[in-house]
């Protein structure tokens, strides 16, 4: 980017007291470390705040604008160090693949969701600017994974705030390496907090055909009595899940594959409209993201909305995805950007963009 700063991190400026480390006008960022030794940069403007994990898989573990915490409710106070998806399972967004995503069937030899997930990061940094959003701060790195006669590929994600913005920008680079062809998978997992009477708005018509819930139960899930029977209601009428009430059991998790239909630029758009009108969002670039996964769990333990989880494939584990022709390649040297944003919509601006989602579906 033109008129850029760009400031290297190192894990030795994390300390256990945050500290303020850059002021850009009513832009700030602060850097500080959480009990379990986890770094983390806390970026504010006068809306609210994001908190990212520089060298932890370039996780956003929390966001919060206009007192609204949209973070998942879940078991993890704060970000664990370790590899393990499951145990570090409470971010705002978590970046997943690359080689593979899903939940690995019995054939599967990948973990959960990929490496991507809670990655370490060898380089990271933040950048200040201005553009034609105004001035910003945001959080970059470079994450390489090689393993020997098989893949070498960098990930480069990149979070922005802007100021007086509560939607934040969202990039992921994938860059091969190789010499040879590598295969991609890729899911953007984006995780908000449901709220009970909250209305699910999408592009995708209501139907079974364009609405499908996934029948599969992973092999780590022990659904209570009951579950698989609602999954075969839904599956009828999936409409009746687009209004969260407090007794639809979204218990351990409910999985849909939504045929979103792009606006005329090309995006794919999501609410959750709160019961005050103020609404959740998400939004995609869909040329390069060709799935939406709506993902939902509503457990005493954990409260998460997957609202449209953008992706390259479903989250089937890889050999499910790849016999299903959903697994990408990228060519020798080849590089692929993935662009999303998400955050919060004022009641004016969301009863917008519902408009905009309804002329998307009337135009089909």
């Known amino acids: 980017m033109q008129n850029e700063t760009i400031v290297m991190l190192r894990p030795e400026f994390f300390g256990e007291k945050e500290r303020p480390f850059i002021e850009h006008g009513e832009l700030g960022a602060s850097l500080f470390r959480y009990d379990s030794g986890v770094a983390a940069m806390r970026v504010r403007n006068s809306r609210g705040q994001i908190v990212v994990l520089p060298f932890h898989g370039q996780q956003i573990w929390d966001a919060r604008f206009d007192d609204r915490v ?65 001035p910003y701060i945001a959080v970059s790195g470079e994450y390489r994974h090689t393993v020997a006669f098989a893949c070498d590929y960098t990930a480069r994600p990149r979070v922005t705030l802007h100021s007086g913005q509560t939607v934040v920008p969202i990039a992921m680079e994938i860059h091969n390496r190789r010499r040879t062809p590598m295969e ?83 995006w794919v758009r999501g609410l959750m409209v709160h019961p005050d009108g103020y609404a959740s969002y998400i939004g995609y670039a869909a040329a390069t993201l060709d799935h939406a996964i709506r993902w939902i769990s509503r457990t005493p333990d954990q409260d998460c909305l997957g609202l449209l989880l953008p992706a390259t494939a ?50 089909r």
């Open 70 to 134: 949209l973070t998942m409710r879940s078991l993890f106070p704060e970000p664990r160090a370790t590899r393990d998806y499951l145990g570090n399972y409470g971010a705002f967004l978590l970046h997943c693949g690359a080689t593979a995503m899903g939940n690995p069937s019995r054939e599967d030899t990948h973990p959960l969701h990929g490496e991507l997930p809670n990655a370490p990061y060898g380089k990271a940094w933040a950048a200040v600017g201005t553009d034609d959003q105004g």
């Open 184 to 266: 991609l998978m890729y899911l953007a997992h984006i995780n908000f907090r449901p709220l009970d009477g909250g209305r699910l708005v999408s592009s995708a018509p209501a139907t079974p055909q364009a609405m499908r819930v996934r029948t599969i139960v992973p092999t780590n899930l022990a659904p209570p009595a009951g579950y698989r029977d609602f999954l075969s209601k839904l599956a009828a009428d999936p409409a009746r899940h687009e209004l969260l009430e407090p007794g639809l059991a979204f218990d351990p998790e409910v999985v849909l594959f939504l045929a979103c239909l792009p606006d005329e630029g090309g």
């Open 314 to 363: 479903e989250p089937d584990g890889y050999r499910a995805e790849k016999a299903k022709g959903n697994v990408k390649v990228l060519a020798a040297g080849e590089s692929v950007r993935f662009q999303m944003e998400a955050g919060l919509l004022t009641p004016e601006q969301a009863a917008l963009m519902e408009e905009d989602i309804a002329k998307v579906l009337r135009r």
